[in-house]
Each structure stands twice: as structure tokens, then as C-alpha cells.
């Protein structure tokens, strides 16, 4: 998984942990899946939903959303890809061609610079979205100055598949 980060990251110019990062924040290293009908993976780390342009397949689930700061159980449907190479493809695809996500491309190895740019991309920033990423940007700086050497233990040994 992780050459499947390091080739989103060059797409995106970022740094690869940014990507594996952002995909461990919104799987909650990867214990939290989308899971399709079923049962199977849809291998969708990032939360990506399908909108009306996605032509791709898709899976329908139960998730918490934050309208005006509350929360509220809804059902919503997500892009569902046959790998995870597809998704980290799909998920650079999705950052570089929409405007709302500009300021997150060609962060090079600024990891906060690209925590903060998705914190603002975020629709809308919920008070979870914001309290998740300063808790990651927290665990970034605090618990992980050598992120290169966790992050190839964690998808070593729990993400890749």
C-alpha cells in the first residue's frame, strides 16, 4: 500500500506519510472500512462518496455527518474500488481536479502546510474534521518526528493487503 501512496504523493506533490496519514485519519487505521453490501472491501480509505459524476461502482452505509455542528446518522453512498491501488489513484484524481482542494496540492514535505489545506477543504469544516486533524497535526509533531519509520510498520503490517 505504501508504493500506492508514494505514487498519489508524487501526482499530488506531497509527501507520501501525508497521503498514508490522511487515508489513517479517516479509517481510523484502516479499523473503520467502508464495507460493501456485501461484506466485502471497498477499499475506500479516504471516505471518498459518489457523486452524481461518479460512474463507478459504489456502497450505500450508515455514517455520522455534522450539519451546523450537530450530529446526524444518514445513509450515503461512497465510491467502492476493486483495490487500493484504484483508490489511492482515484483520491489523487479527486484533489487535483477540484478547485476546493488546490491549496493542499504541491505541499512537497510540509505536512502541516497539507494538514491545515485539508482542514479548510473539508465540506464543511465540521468541528470533528477540525478536531481530528489538529489532533493528528498534535500526534504528528508530538508522537511521531520519525513518521517514515511508523507509518511503514502500521501499512506493513495492518493495512496491506
Known sequence: MLSHA??????????????VAHAALESGWGKRTIRNADGTDSHNLFGIKAGGDWQGKTTTIMTTEYVGGVAQKRQETFRSYGSYAEAFTDYAKVLKSSSRYKNVLNQGQNVYGFARACKAAATPPTRATRANWSTWRRAWRNKWPGLDQALAKTVDKGLER
Open 6 to 19: 508514494r505514487d498519489a504523493a508524487q501526482q499530488l506533490g506531497v509527501a507520501p506519510e501525508c497521503v
